[in-house]
């Protein structure tokens, strides 16, 4: 079943990674677009900071879930890498609560905002008067997987710390070791603890 939750997770997280994707490269495409129609012809294509920021915010937010169920997250491990595995599973677990905390309440603030823009029936207070409920909703919904994956990785990291299951904590939640940023970049090369985070991650 944990398998199974955590596939169906990372291939969403993978959808919701290439649409974020998308969007970035749609944002530079307008952003490029006013720069050259101004510099040409004088002219500007207004509203594409304005629909650039959205983007950016949602791709971001889309992103975060696939960063964690692939460990592509910024670690500094000076010290962690030199503690016994016992130990490093235990900090995995700390690290990943507050981090899970963190989100938690910020999408709890980002849901009161939804709240209130659809009650209110916000739109933005530029000339293209975009419905907020639009931009605030994908946002939130970036957050939200975010928060289910930090869950299922939380629970699948405490589960392996208590059976004893070095390998698999460091294949869910551990920081990347030097062979396995190897095995990343050379296909072929498998560097990583068995069990459902490196049977069902691609990446």
Not at 1 to 11: A, D, E, P, T, V
Not at 30 to 52: C, P, Q, W
Not at 64 to 69: N, R, V
Not at 110 to 115: E, K, M, N, Q, S
Request: charged share 15%; aromatic share 10%.
């Amino acid at each position: 079943m944990y398998r199974m939750l955590f596939s169906g997770l990372l291939r969403l997280s993978q959808v919701a990674v290439w649409i974020g994707g998308a969007m970035m490269l749609l944002a530079a495409l307008m952003v490029s677009a006013d720069v050259l129609s101004r510099k040409l012809f004088g002219v500007t294509m207004g509203g594409s900071d304005e629909i650039s920021g959205y983007l950016f915010a949602i791709s971001t937010a889309f992103a975060f879930p696939y960063a964690l169920l692939c460990r592509a997250n910024v670690r500094i491990d000076v010290a962690y890498a030199r503690l016994p595995a016992r130990l490093r599973g235990l900090a995995d677990i700390f690290a990943l609560a507050l981090l899970g905390a963190f989100a938690a309440v910020v999408t709890w603030r980002i849901l009161a905002t939804v709240r209130i823009t659809w009650e209110n029936g916000a739109h933005s207070i530029t000339p293209l008067r975009v419905p907020l409920i639009l931009p605030q909703g994908l946002w939130l919904a970036g957050w939200g997987l975010f928060c289910a994956a930090l869950a299922v990785v939380l629970y699948g990291l405490a589960a392996a710390w208590a059976r004893g299951e070095d390998d698999e904590v460091q294949a869910l939640g551990g920081a990347l070791s030097l062979e396995e940023e190897i095995g990343a970049e050379i296909p072929g090369t498998d560097a990583g603890g068995p069990g459902p985070a490196r049977e069902a991650r691609p990446c």
